[in-house]
C-alpha cells in the first residue's frame, strides 16, 4: 500500500462518525438531544474532513514527490521496464532504499578518504626521507669537492694565473652558496620528520633580539640602509626556541635590509599587543622577489614555535606568544 493511501485512510474515522451522525438524524433516533448539539458535531465532523483531507494531500504530494526525485537519482539513465516501477512501490520503501545507498555510498567515500589521507601521509614520509638522504649524500660530495677547492687556491704546487684563480673563486663560491641552501633544505626536512624538535622556553625580549639585530646592523653598514631600533624593555618574556628563533629573525631581517635601496630606511619596533602576544614589526621597502629557501625555512621554524609570520607589501611582522605569570592563588 502506498503512503497516499494510507494517509487517506486515516480520515475514515471521521468519515465513519459523520455517516452514523448522519444515519441517526434520518432515523430519527437523534431527535432527543438538542438541535444545536446535533449541527455543532455535523459542522465539527465537516471541519475534521475537510482538514484532515487537505493536510494528508499535502503531505501525500511532498512524499510523492520526493519519492519520484529519489527514484529518478538511483535509476540514472532510463532502463527498459525501470519507469513505472519504483514509482509503483511503496514511497518510503523507495526513500529508505535511497537513504541506504546515500549510508553506503558516505561509508565508502569516508573509507576512501582514509586509505588516500593514509597514502598521501606515507607518500609524504617516503619523499621526506628520500630528499634527507640526497641532502645528506650532496653535502658529502659538496664537502669533498671544497677541501680540494681551497687546496688548489692556496696554490701549494705552483702559481695560478689571474683566470685560473677567478674559475676557481667562483667554482669555491658556488659550492659554498650550495653547501648552505642544502643544509637549508636538510632542516627543513628534519622539522617536517620531527627529527628537529623546538625546545621552547622564556627569554627576554631584548635577548632573543640581540643577536639578530648585530647581524642585521652589520648588513645594513654594508648595503648603507638606514636601521632604526624601537624595542620596549616593558615587554613580557616570549616562549621560544632561543638558537631557532634567532635564526629565523636573522633571516627576516636580511631580507628586509636586502630589499631595501641604498640610502633606505629599515624600521624595527618591537613590545606588546592588545591581544597579549609579542609583536615585532619591520617597515622595509617593498620586496618583489619570490620567497627563497631561507625565508621558507624560517616561516618554518616560527611556526614550530607557534610564532607567526606575516607578510606584507612594507611590512613583516613576527609574534611571539608571551611568557604569562600564573597568578597567586586568592584565599
Known amino acids: 500500500m502506498r503512503v497516499g493511501q494510507r494517509l487517506v485512510l486515516a480520515i475514515a474515522p ?35 474532513v475537510v482538514v484532515a483531507w487537505a493536510s494528508t494531500r499535502y503531505v501525500a504530494s511532498r512524499i510523492e514527490r520526493l519519492a519520484a526525485v529519489l527514484a529518478s537519482q538511483r535509476r540514472g539513465p532510463s532502463t527498459p521496464n525501470d519507469g513505472d516501477g519504483a514509482l509503483r512501490a511503496d514511497e518510503l520503501d523507495v526513500i529508505e532504499a535511497r537513504m541506504q545507498g546515500l549510508a553506503t555510498a558516505v561509508a565508502a567515500a569516508r573509507d576512501d578518504g582514509t ?101 642585521a646592523q652589520s648588513r645594513a653598514v654594508s648595503a648603507s640602509v638606514q636601521l632604526h631600533l624601537d624595542i620596549s624593555d616593558r615587554a613580557p618574556r616570549v616562549l621560544a626556541d632561543a638558537m631557532l628563533a634567532q635564526e629565523a629573525l636573522t633571516t627576516v631581517l636580511g631580507t628586509a635590509i636586502a630589499s631595501t635601496p641604498a640610502a633606505g630606511d629599515v624600521t624595527v619596533s618591537a ?42 607589501a612594507e611590512r613583516t611582522v613576527v609574534e611571539f606568544p608571551a611568557e604569562r605569570p600564573l597568578r597567586a592563588a586568592t584565599r
Do not use: C
Open 271 to 312: 613590545g606588546e599587543r592588545d591581544d597579549g602576544r609579542v609583536a615585532i614589526e619591520i617597515t622595509h621597502a617593498k620586496a618583489s622577489d619570490p620567497e627563497s629557501l631561507e625565508v621558507r625555512l624560517a616561516r618554518r621554524l616560527l611556526g614550530a614555535q607557534s610564532a607567526v609570520l606575516t607578510e606584507e
Open 115 to 215: 586509505r588516500r589521507e593514509r597514502m598521501a601521509g606515507e607518500r609524504a614520509k617516503e619523499y621526506a626521507t628520500l630528499i634527507d638522504d640526497i641532502t645528506g649524500l650532496m653535502g658529502t660530495r659538496i664537502e669533498d669537492a671544497q677541501l680540494p677547492l681551497h687546496i688548489l687556491l692556496s696554490s701549494p704546487f705552483g702559481a695560478l694565473n689571474e683566470n685560473q684563480e677567478e674559475m676557481l673563486s667562483a667554482a669555491q663560491s658556488a659550492v659554498d652558496s650550495a653547501d648552505v641552501e642544502l643544509r637549508r633544505l636538510r632542516k627543513l626536512v628534519e622539522l617536517d620528520r620531527g627529527a628537529l624538535m623546538p625546545v621552547i622556553q622564556p627569554i627576554g625580549l631584548g635577548e632573543l633580539l640581540r643577536p639578530a639585530l648585530a647581524i
Open 14 to 48: 471521521a468519515v465513519l462518525g459523520l455517516l452514523v451522525i448522519a444515519g441517526l438524524a434520518s432515523a430519527g433516533r437523534a431527535r432527543a438531544a438538542p438541535d444545536v448539539i446535533l449541527w455543532i458535531a455535523v459542522g465539527s465532523a465537516l471541519a475534521t
